[in-house]
């Protein structure tokens, strides 16, 4: 009998005498809980316990980002936070000072990671992006879309992949429409050679006149000239629009090539160049029609 009582007492005193728990059952509960955890920890620990219990009462860094969000919402009020800050204060519930402290710890620790997860993320998408854009306006359709679809891979990026793939299916459409149409816009009159001019003498010319011979109107034709040397070696391009309309030119001659028309210049008129080529062979040049734009 005498045993049983030792025992009993023994459990009794361990209890009363063992490490204080934090108790969130209620406000008071928690502050007198909270004042004998800070006791019983040494007071080198003092500053970190008070930062653990911030943290947890906030939800940990998820948690701040939700309060931050709900307030710039205007979903917060003063019962709807204290609320809040009871029901996280339960993670810690029934845990000692140490162990706050260890969990504390594990979860700055998870945090770190989970940000620099994050920010690799936000860079892969970033580098995805920049990427996918740079093949498709250099017409690389196929590379584009093998990059929207590494991002669609990434959690962060499937809206941006959504619009990448959308965007990218329909310019290469366009490309393939355009660039079928474009044997359809034959180059009916090519000329390069020297001119003199009112500033300059013997300088690189040319004149083209084009023909749509489709069945669309056209806003745009771009006509690259490339120039050659003796031996027959391109040493310069040149881009020249015979057509183009445009709400900032004022000429009487931004007007569309419609089908069936043709563009043809004046009599002794030339696109001249600033760049004397003095290694250019007078008259080995070669035109062709590289871009278009139909009229909306």
Same mark, same amino acid.
């Given at each position: 009998?005498?045993?049983?009582?030792?025992? @009993?007492?023994?459990?009794?005193?361990?209890? @009363?005498?063992?490490?204080? %728990?934090?108790?969130?059952?209620? =406000?008071?509960?928690?502050? =007198?809980? $909270?004042? %004998?955890?800070?006791?019983?920890?040494? =007071?080198a620990?003092?500053?970190?316990?008070?930062?653990?219990?911030?943290?947890?009462?906030?939800?940990? *860094?998820?948690?701040?980002?939700?309060?931050?969000?709900?307030?710039?919402?205007?979903?917060?009020?003063?019962?709807?936070?204290?609320?809040?800050?009871? *029901?996280?204060?339960?993670?810690i519930d029934?845990?000692?000072?140490?162990?706050?402290?260890?969990?504390?710890?594990?979860?700055?620790?998870?945090?770190r990671?989970?940000?620099?997860? &994050?920010?690799? &993320?936000?860079?892969?998408?970033?580098?995805?992006k920049? =990427? +996918?854009?740079?093949?498709?306006?250099?017409?690389?359709?196929?590379?584009?879309?093998?990059?929207?679809?590494a991002?669609?891979?990434?959690?962060?990026?499937?809206? +941006?992949?959504e619009?990448?793939?959308?965007? $990218?299916t329909?310019?290469?459409?366009?490309? $393939?429409?355009?660039?079928?149409?474009?044997?359809?816009?034959?180059?009916?009159?090519?000329?390069?050679?020297?001119?003199?001019?009112y500033?300059?003498?013997?300088?690189?010319?040319?004149?083209?006149?084009?023909?749509?011979?489709?069945?669309?109107?056209l806003? !745009?034709?771009?006509?690259?000239?490339?120039?050659?040397?003796? +031996?027959?070696?391109?040493?310069?391009?040149?881009?020249f629009?015979?057509?183009?309309?445009?709400?900032?030119?004022?000429?009487?001659?931004?007007?569309?090539?419609?089908?069936?028309?043709?563009?043809?210049?004046e !009599?002794?008129?030339?696109?001249?160049?600033?760049? +004397?080529?003095?290694?250019?062979?007078e008259?080995?040049?070669?035109a062709?029609v590289?871009?278009?734009?139909?009229?909306?």
């Open positions: 009998m005498k045993k049983i009582i030792l025992t @009993c007492l023994v459990l009794v005193l361990a209890g @009363c005498f063992g490490p204080a %728990k934090f108790d969130s059952s209620s =406000e008071a509960s928690i502050k =007198e809980s $909270t004042k %004998k955890i800070v006791e019983s920890l040494p =007071e620990n003092h500053e970190e316990f008070q930062k653990a219990l911030m943290y947890f009462s906030i939800g940990g *860094e998820g948690g701040l980002k939700a309060m931050m969000g709900a307030a710039f919402a205007g979903k917060s009020s003063d019962a709807t936070n204290e609320a809040m800050l009871a *029901e996280n204060l339960k993670a029934g845990l000692t000072g140490e162990q706050i402290l260890e969990k504390y710890r594990s979860s700055l620790e998870q945090d990671i989970k940000r620099e997860k &994050e920010e690799a &993320e936000r860079q892969k998408v970033k580098s995805l920049k =990427e +996918a854009q740079e093949l498709l306006d250099s017409n690389k359709f196929e590379e584009a879309l093998s990059r929207y679809k991002l669609s891979e990434i959690s962060s990026g499937v809206e +941006a992949a619009i990448g793939i959308e965007k $990218t329909k310019a290469m459409e366009e490309f $393939t429409e355009k660039v079928s149409y474009m044997d359809k816009v034959e180059i009916t009159e090519f000329l390069a050679k020297r001119v003199d001019t500033r300059k003498k013997e300088i690189p010319a040319v004149r083209i006149s084009l023909k749509n011979k489709g069945d669309r109107s806003d !745009k034709v771009k006509v690259v000239v490339y120039f050659k040397d003796k +031996a027959g070696n391109t040493i310069f391009e040149e881009d629009h015979p057509v183009l309309v445009s709400k900032y030119s004022f000429s009487g001659d931004n007007k569309p090539l419609k089908p069936g028309y043709v563009k043809e210049m !009599k002794d008129k030339f696109y001249t160049l600033e760049s +004397a080529l003095s290694d250019w062979q008259g080995k040049a070669t062709k590289v871009d278009i734009e139909f009229t909306k």
